[in-house]
């Protein structure tokens, strides 16, 4: 099922559903005239007057969500998440270690175009449910936060399954589900589980089993004849955020909330957003965007030598995820400061391995004394996953064109890589000045070598060098090419980390990325006046933190549509 696109049946839940709702956050439900005159249910149209942030002209009556709605199962790390949250810390305690890697796509594991589904996946969910099973088991009041009864009597297996399905499924269950589960409750009764405890775990295992779990299911039934989308319902809404913030399943207090229809409204939704902020779990969802982003998981597979070790690996990785931490969530800093910024949260392993002097009482180290050693793009961790043994010019340069810039370029015409412009003993700038005096190369070339001419000075594995591996000098200025042909100039990593942050572009990438994390696929065209409205809320933000960036996505009106199908 998932990645697959298409309707799915069932649009009303019955008498125990979720029911339906027939205004999105912040609308009225039919809407006022946009600016062509007539209202389409589902489009910006239908909004009340200043609910999106979108002032292009073709956003003015644009659907409200993207059509081809995808199905996305749980990550690992969502599935273990949602499993300890919802059936305590120690019913996940190992669960990652029996299901299959999540395969990252468009960066993020999270990605439905990475999401596919084998046999192992099968039995993966089984070993798993069953290891659930046997953690239960041994705890005889695991089933208190969901039944204040204990017999096998059936009002009590009714509320057993009701209170079970749902915190696991997000929504109340349906009647035929209560159906199904009640009589799986009552087979393991006959068959000899005496306790209510016992049989309810046997649901527990065949729930954790059902896509109603392992997917985040969407009804695609559309609410009126010619609505090109719907304003999701009280459950739908809190999945998508607490997927989004949290990577996990929805607490009872945003259950409690979509029950009582408040996350109808916008004002409903920045209530609970602000909550959730508050939470441990949002400072994991910043650790793991980043680490994501920056394909740190990548630096587990890099071979640098015997020098780089899992040790100074590990470390690596830890520095980056410490310091997103600390100062873009915990110290609430403007997202751009990730590029200026002179302190890092290194291990002492890592800090001896920069030669950094000793930490503050916070644990931040001083990085002002070493040149060149400025924001997380200067990271060890990145200077080692962006590169290649070589310290690729090249390599570096498409990193920060794309996960920074979000920009790309077309693959390199046959035989390019082939030719030799300056010799294999030249340094890394000397051959990217090369390119640069060619065409083909040049056109391509010239948009992204640059990016990492600032780089030089640091190896393979980030370490600072006067000098490269065939001792050639390095160099560390260059230049920032802006779409219009305009280009701003670098002498080093402070002046170039400073062009970064006042890069245009580098904000809408933000802004992308973030999207892309939150619907779990890459942006296309369909997706821009969504994009402008996110943009837009971002830059009214006073702080312009990474909070304020995930808030501007999940504020947004579109956040609270799904495509009709």
């Known amino acids: 099922m998932s990645g697959c696109s298409g309707r799915i049946s069932g649009g009303s839940r019955g008498p125990n559903g979720a029911g339906t709702q027939t205004g999105g956050v912040g609308t009225t439900g039919t809407g006022a005239p946009g600016a062509t005159g007539t209202t389409t249910t589902g489009t910006v149209s239908s909004l009340p007057p200043g609910t999106t942030m979108t002032t292009t002209p073709a956003c003015a009556s644009a659907p409200l969500a993207h059509a081809g709605t995808v199905i996305r199962r749980l990550t690992i790390w969502e599935y273990v998440n949602s499993v300890s949250d919802v059936l305590g810390a120690a019913a996940g305690t190992g669960l990652g270690d029996l299901l299959p890697p999540d395969i990252r796509a468009n960066g993020f594991s999270n990605d439905s175009g990475g999401q596919l589904v084998s046999l192992d996946h099968t039995t993966g969910y089984q070993a798993a449910a069953d290891a659930v099973g046997a953690s239960l088991a041994k705890s005889p009041t695991w089933l208190a936060p969901f039944a204040t009864c ?23 269950v349906t009647a035929a589900e209560a159906t199904a589960f ?8 006959a068959s000899g589980m005496t306790t209510a405890t016992a ?16 997917y985040r299911l969407e009804s695609q039934a559309p609410p009126a004849p010619g609505a090109v989308a719907r304003p999701l319902d009280g459950y739908e809404m809190a999945s998508r955020l607490s997927y989004f913030l949290w990577s996990s399943a929805p607490d009872p207090t945003l259950l409690a909330a979509a029950k009582a229809g408040s996350l109808a409204t916008a004002d409903g939704v920045k209530a609970q957003i ?32 015997p020098d ?24 609430a800093q403007p997202l751009t400061t990730m590029f200026t910024t002179k302190t890092t949260k290194a291990t002492p392993a890592l800090a001896k391995y920069y030669g950094l002097g000793a930490p503050d009482a916070a644990g931040r180290y001083a990085t002002d004394a070493l040149p060149g050693r400025e924001g997380l793009l200067t990271h060890a961790s990145v200077l080692t996953v962006n590169g290649d043994a070589d310290a690729s010019i090249v390599l570096r340069g498409l990193y920060v064109f794309r996960k920074v810039l979000c920009q790309d370029v077309p693959a390199p015409p046959p035989g390019a890589t082939s030719v030799m412009l300056a010799p294999d003993t030249a340094s890394e700038r000397q051959k990217s000045d090369a390119r640069l ?10 948009q992204f070598d640059p990016l990492a001419y600032a780089f030089e000075p640091f190896d393979n594995m980030g370490r600072l060098q006067a000098k490269d591996a065939n001792g050639n000098a390095v160099r560390s200025d260059g230049w920032v090419t802006h779409p219009d042909g305009t280009k701003v100039s670098y002498t080093g990593v402070s002046d170039y980390m400073a062009a970064l942050a006042a890069d245009p572009r580098v904000g809408d990438c933000f802004a992308s990325k ?19 409205d996110v943009r837009a809320r971002m830059s009214a933000a006073k702080s312009q933190t990474f909070a304020d960036l995930v808030t501007a996505v999940a504020t947004s009106p579109y956040f609270g549509y799904t495509a009709t199908q």
Not at 182 to 189: N, Q, T
Not at 311 to 331: C, S
């Open 274 to 305: 602000t909550r959730m902020l508050a939470g441990p779990h949002a400072r994991e969802m910043i650790q793991r965007y980043f680490r994501e982003w920056l394909s740190l998981d990548d630096l587990d597979d890099a071979n640098r030598g």
């Open 308 to 331: 780089f070790t899992p040790a100074l690996a590990a470390d690596m990785k830890q520095e980056t995820l410490d310091d997103v931490a600390d100062q873009l969530w915990d110290g």
């Open 514 to 532: 973030a999207a892309e994390f939150a619907w779990g696929r890459a942006m296309d065209a369909g997706d821009a006046c969504m994009l402008e």
């Open 182 to 189: 009640g009589a799986l409750f009552d087979s393991s009764v």
């Open 199 to 214: 049989a309810a775990t046997v649901v527990v295992r065949a729930m954790l089993q059902a896509p109603q779990f392992l």
């Open 437 to 446: 005096m060619h065409e083909p190369c040049q056109s391509c070339h010239g």
């Open 150 to 172: 204990t017999t096998t009597a059936a009002s009590c297996r009714d509320a057993i399954v009701s209170g079970l399905g749902l915190r696991l499924f997000r929504r109340p």
